[in-house]
């Protein structure tokens, strides 16, 4: 058995050099792998229809799927989109920069392109210095889904980015690992009522605890956005979701049957003997889990584990983000 260790987990600054380079491979229509605090997205100008149809290619995107907007300050706002309704106005005040997506009533400045054909747009402001340093010199916004092929799991480093897209992308700039592990949480802000459409990196606690109202978190939404489609974030290894006191004895088992089984290993069975092909130790903190979620998933994959056994963390905090990337992880997977 072999136990998996948490990633390098530092955070760098690209050279003044690498930022110029990025922004002028924007400017030219191009693709440039970009580090956030969430995941490194996937990224193109934002107002130009051919090269946000080009990371739909790049990715296996379907068309159909709306991508996000990352703009450089929370005062551009109102140059992207109809409309800014008042509880909107409010969290990106609180939570700018930060792991949180708005969708709001789309502006002329957002092609369809990068809405999926929606009249709502998706906009964030990233809180990594890179990305920030990169809108800035680009002068725009930029569209940016995690930058890996479709469904798969998302990239924390620019060496997962290099691995997966090669040379689809036109330059991929490395800001270190990045440091929340998980997709931002996406609100649907369009009314006077918010919803999570995804739970992501800033927790529902944190939301309501500014807007003072309960917010819900429904399974499924007519407002299309990014992370809804049932397999997403998924290794190549099959995932199963297990009761946490059957996940010893199921690994076990799965094993003697011939499986290579990957475990996430609870913070409460520490150190505990477990005949796997190889363990990860959950961590106790739960942003520490968030941070290495897919690093664990795409080392699992690395070690050859045809299966990856996991149970859910408690669903408060950053638990509800980690569980529904689990949830999606495990989903029906197309046979096609």
């Known amino acids: 058995m072999a136990r998996v260790s948490a990633r390098t987990s530092d955070q760098v600054t690209a050279r003044t050099g690498d930022i ?20 490194y997205g996937l990224g193109a100008d934002a107002e130009n229809p051919g090269a946000v149809k ?52 789309r502006g002329p400045r957002v092609p369809l392109e990068a809405t999926g054909g929606l009249e709502t747009v998706a906009v964030r402001v990233p809180d990594h210095p890179d990305a920030l340093a990169l809108l800035s010199a680009f002068g725009g916004g930029v569209t940016a889904p995690s930058a890996n092929r479709f469904g798969s799991v ?17 330059f991929v700039l490395d800001g270190g690992a990045c440091q929340v592990g998980v997709e931002s949480t996406i609100v649907d802000a369009t009314g006077e009522t918010p919803v999570i459409l995804r739970p992501g990196g800033v927790t529902r606690e944190a939301l309501e605890e ?34 946490p006191d059957r996940l010893i004895a199921e690994a076990e ?30 961590p106790a903190s739960l942003p520490a889990y968030a941070r290495e979620l897919y690093g664990f998933l795409r080392e699992l994959d690395r070690r050859g584990c045809d299966l990856i056994l996991a149970a859910l963390p408690a669903e408060e905090g950053l638990g509800l983000a980690i569980a529904n990337r689990l949830r999606r992880a495990a989903g029906p997977r197309s046979t096609a």
Request: no cysteine; aromatic share 4%; glycine share 6%.
């Open 20 to 39: 110029e380079k990025a922004a002028e491979v924007l400017r030219a229509g191009g693709l440039v792998a970009l580090p956030t605090e969430t995941v």
């Open 54 to 105: 080009r990371i739909f290619e790049v990715k296996g995107r379907p068309p159909s799927h709306p991508l996000i907007v990352h703009i450089a300050d929370a005062a551009q706002l109102d140059d992207w989109v109809r409309t800014v309704p008042e509880p909107a106005r409010l969290l990106a005040e609180h939570f700018w920069p930060g792991p949180l997506t708005l969708v709001l009533q």
């Open 154 to 170: 998302s990239p924390t480093t620019a060496d997962d980015v290099r691995a997966e897209l090669g040379d689809a992308v036109d």
């Open 210 to 243: 500014v807007l003072g109202r309960p917010l819900a978190v429904p399974e499924s939404s007519p407002v299309r956005v990014p992370g809804q489609h049932p397999s997403h974030y998924a290794p190549n290894a099959r995932v199963v979701l297990v009761d």
């Open 253 to 282: 088992e799965a094993q003697r049957r011939g499986h290579r089984v990957g475990l996430f290993l609870p913070a409460a069975h520490t150190g505990t003997p477990v005949t796997a092909h190889a363990v990860v130790e959950v």
